[in-house]
């Protein structure tokens, strides 16, 4: 599904400096693995290249078939759209659409008929415990359940990758742990594999496996 080799990545200009030293990283269909990482390690870095937001230096990441250092931008997007799905920290909702709306604005971005957009989108609210939302703005929202809006519109279009950072970062601990159960959930159905960027332990212990980010590289965590 994603095989990443030999990443490097460096931030050019006056506080220039290699943020990805040599990653490697291998994660298979129906894998949920974590990141950890002190901040400003390049968790987010790493998660732009898996996303095709920002080319690396060196190195190679293959998502899905596909290279991802040989397409060019427009090839990215749309690979980006149509295959992955995102959740942040900030929820990143839309303020002024609908809950419902919100969950089917990547169907709507790729195309998809009308009919099976609210079918998918019905069915998404209802695998994450939503539906008596539908109609409510992102405002009238708690932050679980905003980021419960945000998990059903990154999976909504079935993506082969879920990318999330930081996910409960701005959650009190009863809605981070819905947050995860319901994510982990979405990813397991979807059949596809799900990145978790997190500074929390228990989070992390919600995936199959876990990794820590240093300036010398991705390595995975040792057990106890
Ligand atoms: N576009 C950019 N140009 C230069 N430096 C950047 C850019 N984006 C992030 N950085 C720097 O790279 C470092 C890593 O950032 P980030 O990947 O967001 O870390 P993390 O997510 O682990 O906290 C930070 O020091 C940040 O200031
Ligand atoms: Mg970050």
Redesign the pocket.
């Known amino acids: 599904m994603l095989s990443i080799r030999h990443l490097n990545k460096t931030?050019?200009?006056p506080?220039s400096r290699l943020?990805l030293r040599d990653i490697n990283l291998a994660v298979a269909p129906g894998e949920y693995v974590a990141i950890m990482?002190?901040?400003?390690?390049?968790?987010?870095?790493?998660?732009?290249l898996i996303a095709g937001l920002?080319l690396p230096d060196g190195g190679s990441i293959a998502f899905d078939g596909t290279e991802l250092t040989t397409l060019d931008d427009t090839a990215r997007t749309l690979l980006r759209r149509d295959r992955m799905g995102f959740v942040f920290q900030a929820f990143h909702l839309l303020p002024h659409l609908t809950v419902m709306r919100n969950i089917m604005l990547p169907l709507a971005l790729s195309g998809a008929e009308p009919d099976k957009s609210s079918k998918l989108t019905g069915e998404m609210l209802e695998a994450v415990g939503i539906t008596a939302l539908a109609a409510a703005y992102p405002r009238e929202l708690s932050g679980g359940e905003m980021q419960r809006v945000a998990i059903a519109r990154a999976l909504v279009h079935r993506p082969k990758l879920v990318l999330a950072?930081?996910p409960t970062g701005n959650l009190d601990t009863d809605s981070a742990r819905q947050v995860l159960r319901v994510l982990r959930e979405q990813i397991m159905r979807s059949a596809g594999a799900g990145i978790l960027?997190t500074h929390s332990p228990a989070a992390a212990a919600t995936t199959d496996r876990v990794y820590v980010?240093t300036a010398d590289g991705l390595h995975p965590q040792l057990a106890g």
């Open positions: 931030y050019s200009g506080r943020m990482g002190e901040s400003g390690v390049g968790k987010s870095t790493l998660l732009n920002d950072d930081e960027v980010l």
